[in-house]
């Protein structure tokens, strides 16, 4: 590994040399041909999220949306277009948690909140009537990933996963980190490199390490799913040819892993489909980067391979409708037709000229497991499909609570909703 | 129904959290007192006579608030600057952030050279200014309006990214400066600041 590193960084110097002493050569000739004032320069890289656009979407306007990092209030919303089946009531749970992305519920209660682009991980407490917002952790980088399980806390920051024993005892003064796994991010790169995290049935910790780029041959250790023993370390690929997935739960009967998965941008308002996977054994590859969706080939990396080679996904999503938290609804309050559904919060397109999603998704299987539908449960944040933004809110994570009521975070707003049923 | 139980449960969440939580709208007014400490140097209404100094009249507000936030959380650093933002809440940044994208940008005066001006749009273009900026360089949304902003002030966010020391959230601008020359830059600063 040590080697490859090694040469890859040499190629790299090697290539930049080799530009520097064309653009030099070029300034150096067009001096010599008395060229007019205008100096040829090389363009320079695109944005990392512009990669793989083609030369004839050069001035496409589509962009990725930031979050509002300040958060924005409930009173500045227009929160009676969200909308859910009747009988369900949808509410604001808590507001004034900038940027909420994932959730973890601990076993008393306590909702733990994460952070991508700012650097908090919240902890949200009933006292009483009083719901509390507490910084739990500041100055941490990039943690996206929270998983709760017997009493401990794990945090997958960018490079590393950490673990908090006794949290919910010590939510005023928490412990110092014991750290589970460290150096996941030896080439702290851009890419999609922020993680999700799930304790596993099996007792392991389950995460996403994906891909340095929108469409780029990853290296042995990107574009995965991998999981670590939190008692030895032992870390282990579960599933290869995975782009970016960030959301991943176990069905409740067969115990099978799920897990959403972005799929790559820039092929067309239509293709590729973002997608939901089922692992049924070990070692499958779903086709990054060279087949997506499980039947199409990619346009650069497809050439002389076939999709037949990889693993298909378990359903199709949609285009670009970017699929984050998913989780198998297993709670006594919705109708019973629910059970064993699965909720898909769709953070939206961006890479679409009409966007969509920017809902939460109920998805129903058979009792094999195979996907049977798909439906909106939760909708309303778009409100201009061709809109800059065309959006007020984005889903994110999705969490059952002990009711059986359900939590969706929205990051854009830093604001939780819970949705709850009566008959 | 929904607005209703929403409303009610808004209500009562200001009652009950804790920490310093508005769930008041952005309130322009609380902008505008305690915008009166900003003015100092970045100008009446946020219109800055000073080169270094940044204009915030008609920036997008929600580009003001992610730049607060990250002064006061150390991201972006200023010697000048970072101490005024330490201690602000978040509702205080909202609020500064609705005055000043409301107030109206005093439009340059000066022309840049005409060869300036032509090569700078070119620059502009050719360097992919205008993809996330704007075709008229105005921003939107987390992007800031370039168009009539103070020269050296550009200059120094410019080399800034150029040299990786200027707080970038994705890496975007980073990427994007590194094929800049300082001619370049210093090129980009004169003809942004002229542009109306």
Not at chain 1, 114 to 127: F, G, Q
Request: hydrophobic content about 40%; overall charge positive.
């Amino acid at each position: 590994m040590r080697i490859s590193t090694r040469l890859h960084r040499s190629i790299y110097r090697w290539v930049g040399i080799m530009s520097a002493g064309a653009a030099a050569l070029l300034v150096a000739n067009s001096a010599w041909a008395q060229a007019p004032a205008a100096p040829a320069a090389a363009p320079a890289a695109p944005p990392s999220w512009q990669q793989g656009r083609s030369a004839d979407q050069a001035k496409s306007p589509l962009h990725p949306f930031a979050p509002h990092f300040t958060g924005r209030t409930s009173a500045d919303l227009p929160l009676d277009k969200l909308k859910v089946p009747p009988g369900f009531k949808v509410e604001v749970w808590v507001e004034g948690v900038p940027e909420a992305r994932s959730l973890a519920l601990g076993d008393k209660g306590t909702v733990f909140v994460s952070n991508r682009n700012l650097t908090e991980v919240y902890a949200i407490v009933d006292r009483g009537d009083k719901r509390e917002i507490k910084k739990l952790f500041t100055g941490m980088k990039v943690p996206n990933g929270v998983a709760f399980s017997k009493g401990t806390l794990y945090v997958a920051e960018r490079h590393r996963i950490t673990r908090y024993d006794g949290i919910e005892d010590a939510l005023d003064n928490p412990p110092a980190a014991k750290v589970v796994i460290d150096n996941l991010d030896p080439s702290a790169q851009a890419g999609h490199f922020w993680k999700y995290l799930a304790m596993g049935p099996d007792g392991k910790l389950y995460f996403n390490v994906g891909a340095p780029g929108n469409i780029v041959l990853p290296n042995y250790n990107q574009a995965t799913m991998q999981r670590v023993d939190p008692n030895t370390g032992v870390l282990e690929t579960v599933a290869q040819g995975v782009r970016n997935s960030v959301g991943m739960d176990w069905h409740p009967r067969t115990k099978e892993l799920w897990f959403t998965n972005h799929a790559r941008d820039w092929i067309s308002d239509d293709l590729p489909n973002d997608t939901l996977h089922r692992v049924s054994r070990k070692n499958m590859n779903f086709g990054y980067p060279f087949c997506h969706q499980g039947d199409l080939l990619d346009p650069e990396f497809g050439k002389g391979r076939s999709c037949k080679e990889f693993d298909a996904p378990a359903a199709k999503l949609g285009p670009h409708i970017a699929p984050l938290g998913m989780r198998f609804y297993t709670g006594k309050m919705f109708p019973a037709e629910y059970q064993n559904n699965m909720f898909v919060a769709m953070h939206g397109s961006w890479n679409r000229n009409t966007k969509h999603g920017y809902n939460v998704m109920r998805v129903t299987t058979d009792a094999a497991g195979k996907v049977t539908g798909m439906k909106p449960f939760l909708e309303g944040f778009l409100t201009d499909d061709k809109g800059d933004p065309p959006m007020w809110g984005r889903p994110v994570d999705v969490l059952q609570l002990r009711d059986g009521s359900m939590l969706v975070s929205d990051d854009f707003n830093g604001i939780i909703y819970r949705i709850s049923y009566k008959k | 129904m929904i607005f209703v139980a929403v409303v009610r449960v808004a209500v009562g969440l200001l009652l009950a959290v804790t920490l310093p939580v508005s769930v008041l709208a952005a309130d322009m007014a609380a902008g505008m007192q305690k915008a009166q400490t900003c003015v100092a140097c970045h100008g009446p209404e946020g219109n800055s006579a000073s080169p270094a100094i940044p204009s915030l009249a008609g920036q997008p507000a929600q580009f003001i608030a992610t730049q607060l936030v990250m002064f006061r959380e150390g991201r972006r650093k200023d010697a000048q600057m970072s101490p005024f933002a330490t201690g602000l809440a978040n509702a205080d940044l909202n609020n500064l952030a609705a005055y000043f994208a409301a107030q109206k940008l005093v439009l340059p005066t000066r022309e840049a050279p005409s060869a300036t001006a032509e090569v700078g749009a070119r620059l502009a273009q050719q360097f992919n200014c205008t993809q996330c900026h704007g075709p008229a360089l105005m921003g939107q949304q987390h992007i800031p309006r370039l168009a009539g902003q103070q020269m050296d002030y550009l200059k120094t966010q410019l080399l800034g990214f150029k040299a990786s020391t200027r707080f970038d959230m994705d890496g975007q601008m980073t990427s994007a400066v590194q094929a800049l020359s300082e001619a370049d830059i210093a090129t980009l600063a004169d003809y942004l600041s002229a542009l109306k």
